[in-house]
């Protein structure tokens, strides 16, 4: 059965938010991780990479408030910090200091990691009967996914 967020059980909410704020946090390390390669890369292919790595934090950068919009129509507290969110996250910080293919690869595995997070907590959402956070997972992991496919077709 479908419900709104107000319906749901206290413990669901609970359940979904730690999955959401999961997503908030690798969506936030991700978002720094492709603004850091946007500054710091070089070589012959800097022109194009310069400004898909720009795309990619520009979105991301949006993705991380509308994750944490539906954190606080859950009822639950968005994590917002730094700290916070790279203790949570699976995707790891980088220096900037790598060649264009390491940055590519990074970037890559940080789009697989966040992919795979959305998809898990779209499922445990939609046992909830969250059709409404399912769907913003959905709709999340499938630009991911997308990203990913742009960038695993830079390493080929």
């Known amino acids: 059965m479908t419900q709104t967020a107000a319906a749901l059980s206290t413990d669901a909410q609970t359940e979904i938010v730690e999955a959401l704020n999961q997503s908030v946090a690798e969506t936030a390390v991700a978002t720094m991780l492709a603004q850091n390669f946007h500054w710091n890369v070089t070589g012959m292919g800097f022109g194009p990479l310069h400004a898909l790595f720009q795309t990619i934090y520009e979105d991301h950068f949006v993705a991380q408030d509308d994750l944490a919009e539906r954190v606080k129509a859950l009822n639950g507290h968005a994590e917002g910090t730094l ?3 790279l203790k949570r996250s699976k995707v790891s910080e980088h220096d900037g200091q790598a060649d264009a293919k390491d940055m590519i690869a990074a970037l890559l595995a940080a789009q697989e990691v966040i992919a795979k997070t959305l998809a898990g907590c779209g499922e445990l959402a939609a046992g909830h009967g969250d059709t409404l956070t399912e769907d ?12 990913a496919w742009i960038l695993r077709a830079h390493l080929r």
């Open 83 to 85: 700290a916070g969110m």
């Open 136 to 147: 913003l997972c959905i709709a999340r992991g499938q630009i991911h996914e997308k990203f």
